[in-house]
């Protein structure tokens, strides 16, 4: 059975730094593009970033550029989002995704951690 | 960016009703179209890819159709379990983002 499961979330003041991880089991992790989505309270859906199985095609929302770096570690089947400059308005519950191997829609999810960006 | 524009973005209906959601996108996008549906506190179910491909154990009142730059979600039979919020997404370019809409509420009439 597919398992993510994000940790990492919490407060940080506005221009501070948090660390996401998700670890994956139950696939082959170095297998597959992993992506991160989020979502603000009450809001909808915004995809965030993804990286291919082995690293060599990273993108970015327009949103996070320059301040986000996503990564991944194979062989400890885990996937990263290092935050930095947190604004307010990346304030939300991050979701780890993984898609099905023929395009970016996400088929697992995991259950999210809420990143709240407040001084 | 790709931008994807559902309708509504909320209404009522009851169970047994038939009802359609619509998503647009600014510019073709072939059939990179995935709906989702989500639930209070829960993270998104996948329901149809490829506009119009069931995701494995969705139940066959689902159906989505649609290309280029127009697209339908459709339920045949509302059940109680369908009342949630449903998304569309694009994955056809990464440029701007794999764009979603903004949802479509569906509430209890």
Redesign the interface.
Known sequence: EVQLVESGGGLVKPGGSLRLSCAASGFTFSSYSMNWVRQAPGKGLEWVSSISSSSSYIYYADSVKGRFTISRDNAKNSLYLQMNSLRAEDTAVYYCARDRGSGSYYAYWGQGTLVTVSS | ?IRMTQSPSSFSASTGDRVTITCRASQGISS?L?W?Q?KPGK????LI??ASTL?SGVPSRFSGSGSGTDFTLTISCLQSEDFATY?C?Q?YS?L????????TKLEIK
Request: proline share 4%; glycine share 16%; aromatic share 34%.
């Open positions: 960016a990179y995935a989702y989500q993270a998104p179910k996948l890819y490829a995701q998304y997404q994955y990464y701007g983002g794999y764009t979603f809409g903004q949802g």
